[in-house]
């Protein structure tokens, strides 16, 4: 059969299939292997490998990612055959959405079968040095936030993702007023996710992100305080991406997503 599960033993040939300016393959799908969750594919043709993709299931959502075609083997209908493989082990009981990111390459596989476009994302960087102000108060993680944190990860995002975010709660960065979570920011997870109840909280973890890691983020087009907040840090737009989605419109506050995890995860 052209399509099967992915093994250890493919994770050195994913070079082959490695998109210009996306995070190295490998890593992200040693991660799918070792994660209960996550349900990676491949596409073999005459032995070789032709087309990745992974299903990530969560308790009422799934997402497709990294749906990738080996660039000698495009315009086969590839894409299409890994896209329905992953949309069949998204069929599970009790899943009501399924979700994708989608480049300007893939969306046009992705409406053939049947996900409507919900909104684009926007992807923002700086090659400037931010500072980090001193004067914000940022507490660290305790376990007396754990139930609190999901809470309001799960209250955004519309997903139950504490299997996702479970090994990364202790590393998290909060702003936390009268003893409740206005936002956090986990600097293990992806891309560093940032979720905040109002701007300022907003603002000051953003802040925090962009001066610790690679000046980067991206936010649905739909928070426009996130869209203010890295402009005036000297953010420029460069790139837009579509969040799509299959089955029932998920139920979501978008505009409390300051960064999201990465184009797997939202």
Not at 47 to 62: C, E, L, V
Not at 180 to 187: D, E, N, T
Not at 208 to 226: C, D, H, V, Y
Not at 242 to 250: D, I
Request: with cysteine.
């Amino acid at each position: 059969m052209p399509i099967e599960a992915l093994t250890s033993n493919d994770l050195e040939l994913l070079h082959e299939l490695q998109p210009p300016d996306w995070n190295p393959l490998a890593p992200v799908f040693d991660f799918y292997l070792r994660t209960d969750f996550c349900f990676p594919i491949k596409y073999t043709e005459r032995g070789a490998i032709a087309g990745i993709g992974a299903t990530i299931i969560h308790q009422h959502t799934a997402w497709l990612a990294h749906i990738i075609v080996h660039s000698g083997h495009r315009n086969k209908g590839i894409g299409g055959i890994v896209t329905k493989a992953l949309i069949d082990q998204a069929n599970k009981p009790g899943i009501e959405t399924v979700l994708l990111l989608a480049t300007s390459l893939g969306e046009p596989v992705y409406k053939k079968h049947g996900f409507i476009k919900e909104m684009d994302y926007l992807f923002f960087k700086t090659d400037q040095d931010i500072s980090f102000n001193n004067s914000y108060t940022i507490a660290p993680f305790e376990e007396k936030f754990t139930s609190e944190l999901l809470q309001l990860d799960k209250d955004v995002s519309g997903e139950d993702r504490h299997r996702l975010l479970a090994p990364h709660l202790k590393d998290s960065k909060l702003i936390v007023d009268n003893n409740l979570i206005q936002g956090y920011y986990l600097s293990t997870l992806g891309d560093g996710p940032v979720i905040a109840r109002h701007k300022e909280a907003g603002a000051i973890l953003l802040n925090l992100k962009l001066s610790q890691e690679i000046k980067k983020a991206a936010l649905p087009e739909t928070n426009q305080n996130g869209i203010d907040i890295l402009t005036s840090l000297g953010l420029k737009q460069f790139l837009k991406g579509t969040r799509m989605y299959l089955g029932k419109p998920l139920s979501w506050q978008s505009e409390k997503v300051y960064n999201r995890i990465g184009g797997n995860f939202g």
